[in-house]
């Protein structure tokens, strides 16, 4: 089955400074790779994705690189705020799956923004 | 707003009973999963359904879980003989598409606690 790391586990930055996450996979087969932002008590929202078919994604001051030779996926977000502060989970799909529903999630990573 | 939708929201019961979790997907969406999520980790499959079809289950599901889906609508999740080891955040999330990975939405979550 899919194995996710994701480094670091907590992550403080400076308001203003940029975050990156990064996030290795195993299987080789797999084609997409969602972000998510969980606050506390709540469900977890996704806030990016990207297909194996590019290299990069961008939304405003959320970008996604992806190395599919390295099979590694990174969140970067510029221009941190302190709303930004949550928990990041990376995901990737489990190709021998018999359905297109089994996302494996990385262990998360803590970020916390300073005023 | 027609996000997916859960209930309850919280839920404390004692050992050895029964609990059932209610997830209203988003409308239009025919795949369904159910996550469980401890603290400090990230969501674990469970298991998913191609609208009322139940195509893959986590070899987490112990038989005392049952999940099931009529008509392709609202979802079920029951714990028989509950156990302290059960007590986590159980989180729905619904997506759309036949073939290839869609995103998905992620419902609040029930928080199950086991006294």
């Known amino acids: 089955g899919e194995n996710v790391e994701q480094h670091p586990s907590t992550l403080s930055v400076q308001e203003g400074d940029s975050a990156v996450i990064k996030c290795t996979y195993s299987d080789s087969a797999s084609n997409y790779f969602p972000w998510y932002k969980q606050e506390l008590g709540k469900g977890p929202q996704l806030i990016i994705d990207?297909?194996?078919?590019?290299g990069e994604k961008k939304d405003q001051r959320i970008a996604v690189t992806l190395n599919k030779t390295a099979k590694h996926f990174s969140l970067h977000i510029t221009e941190t705020q302190p709303e930004d502060s949550a928990v990041y989970f990376c995901?990737?799909?489990?190709?021998?799956?018999?359905?297109?529903?089994?996302?494996?999630f990385g262990q998360g990573t803590i970020l916390t923004v300073h005023p | 707003d027609t996000g997916v939708s859960q209930n309850p929201r919280h839920k404390i019961t004692k050992r050895g009973q029964n609990v059932t979790f209610r997830c209203d997907p988003i409308s239009e969406h025919n795949r369904l999963y159910w996550y469980r999520q401890t603290l400090g980790q990230g969501p674990e499959f469970l298991t998913y359904?191609?609208?009322?079809?139940?195509?893959?289950k986590s070899r987490l599901l112990s038989d005392r879980f049952s999940a099931e889906r009529p008509k392709g609508s609202f979802s079920t999740l029951e714990i028989q003989r509950t156990e302290q080891g059960d007590s986590a955040m159980y989180l729905c999330a619904s997506s759309e598409g036949v073939t290839g990975y869609t995103e998905a939405f992620f419902g609040q979550g029930t928080r199950l606690t086991v006294v």
């Open positions: 990207i297909r194996s078919n590019v």
């Open positions: 995901a990737a799909p489990t190709t021998s799956s018999t359905s297109y529903g089994k996302l494996t």
């Open positions: 359904f191609q609208n009322e079809a139940q195509l893959e």
